[in-house]
Each structure stands twice: as structure tokens, then as C-alpha cells.
């Protein structure tokens, strides 16, 4: 099978991220780098040091000149909705950083457009796609009946300083849909809503600076038998990580909920007893792992696949339009 052909567009850190990481997904070949005109310094630079062909600080030109299937679109929060719009319009399959969109309702538009053009819409969201996760999966039934949750996804943002000191980023404008439950929170709902499936009931106690943004918050997801709580924060640091357990033992990630770095099942014994079983270790990048998948899917035109994302996207999208509600 051929590699990918990508145009990725913006120069933001997780496309920089991304292009690091190139040599680990030989399943993908980025062919343009599309950026706003003031990052055009910036855009040339890497397409020199990664070998990208062409650079383009216009959508539709990109777009016009072709030479790609599918465009990974790794933009501020915002402006998600109405770059994937165009992407789709243009005829390409789409890749669309997380939160996927600002609102469910802007999810369920896009996908009828991608429907509408016979292309395919995929959110990156990267936890599904790691081994960890399929071993938490294959481990929760030998838990019991789940009891508890606790997630929690904490990191001080390069950006806090700025903001403190009021320089404007997107990060902590709630105007560009930044704040830890846009981009930090949402990896650990992905977690437990994919585990658990969708809360009864949601709400959101966040810790609010004086433009409104949150610059940390909890999220508190009622099961009925079960409440499970998930902490973000881009104002400090903690300890990184999920735990879920029952009467019959624990699952637990130790590291990022965006890659779960170390993953364990804990089963049988009390107070401290219990067999351990680990999970396997990652061998590549985090975000290799669902760019080879979206690849495949693209690739073998995977509608159940692409069926099956969909849906954790959209149960996640509303849970987020609950939790902003409240």
C-alpha cells in the first residue's frame, strides 16, 4: 500500500509535533504545508528540513493544485469548523484535530457535508488507537462492576505566563474555545466515555480567570451506580493518569491521558494484594498509531471503522455541550 498523500494545514505546536515525528509513520507522506501568510517564514523552514514539496498561505490554491488525498487540519480551537468546511467542499478526505468542533451541532453539519462529498471525517483524537487501550478494554470485565473513576490530565501551559502578564493567545481566550476542557479534559472524556460509555447526567465546576476562560476544571459524570470524575488543568502541574476500579480489582494508567504511557490491571486480593498484569508498551509516537489507522481506513475505504469513530466523536461532543452548559 502507498503512503497517505497529506496536505496538513497550520504551523501550530502540534503540527510542529507532528512533523518531528514523521520518519515513525512511513503510512503517511505530507506533499503541502498550507499556513497563514505571516507563518509563511515559518512554514518554508520545515518543509525545507522535512522535504514537503509545496507551501501555500491560500486554502483554495492548496486545494487547486491537488496532489493529495486527505488534509490533517491542526488549527486553534476556532477556527476547526470552518477550515474542515473548506476542506470538504474542496473534495478530501479530512483529519481534524481535537475538540473536534465547537459545538455537537457543527459536528453532525460536517459529517453530512463529508457524507454529501463521498469523503471521510476523522477526528485525531489519539487514545483510541494506542495498544494501551485496547488492553484497558480487554481488562475491564475482570474488574467487577466498576465502583469509581478518577482521570486526571494536568499540565502548566507554556502559554500561562503570557496570559498572566496579558499577552493575547488563543489558549485562554474563550472566544477561541480555549480553556483545559477544550484542550486538556477532552482526552480524558474520550478515556472514560470510551471505557463506560456516556454518563447519565454531566456537569463541570471549572476554575475561571477574570475573561471567563477555564483555566482548570472537573468534570463530574454521573453513572448511577458510579460517579467518575475527570480533572484538567493549564494552570498547574499534578499527577497524571486513571484509575477505575471494582470489587474484583483496578485498571490503571500512570503518565498523559493522551498517550498512556504505562498502563496495568490489578485483579484479585484486597488492601494491597492482587495480581498485576501489565499492559504492552508503546514502541512508536502516539500520534503514529492513529495516522497509520486513518491511512488504512482512508486507504480501504473502512466505513465501519470510520462508522465506529464517528460515534465516539459525536457521544463526546455532546457530552462537551453539556458540560459548557453548566
Known sequence: MQPLKLAVLSTSRIVDEFLQHLPEMPEISVQALCCRPQSEEKARSWAAQYGIPAVYT??????????????YIGTANHLHYSAAKRALQAGYHVILEKPFTGTAAEARDLYALADAQGVMLLEAITV?????????????????????????????????????????????DPACQGGALNDMNVYNLHLLVGLLGMPQRAEYRASRADNGVDTAGLALLDYGTFTAAAL?????????????????????????NN????????TGGVRGGGTRTDGPAADRFRMAYEFAEFARMIQERDTAAETQARARTLAVMDLLDTLHAK
Do not use: H
Open 58 to 71: 491560500d486554502e483554495d490554491a492548496c486545494y487547486q493544485a491537488g496532489g493529495f488525498d486527505a488534509v
Open 232 to 256: 484538567a488543568a493549564k494552570d498547574s502541574e499534578g499527577i497524571n493518569g486513571m484509575t477505575l476500579q471494582g470489587p474484583d480489582g483496578r485498571l490503571v494508567v500512570e503518565g498523559d
Open 128 to 172: 483510541y488507537y494506542l495498544p494501551q487501550f485496547a488492553f484497558l478494554q480487554q481488562e475491564l470485565a475482570k474488574i467487577g462492576p466498576v465502583r469509581g473513576a478518577m482521570a486526571s490530565f494536568c499540565a502548566r501551559s507554556r502559554r500561562y505566563d503570557d496570559f498572566l502578564q496579558g499577552i493575547w493567545n488563543t489558549t485562554f
Open 259 to 266: 498517550a498512556l504511557p504505562v498502563v496495568y490491571s490489578v
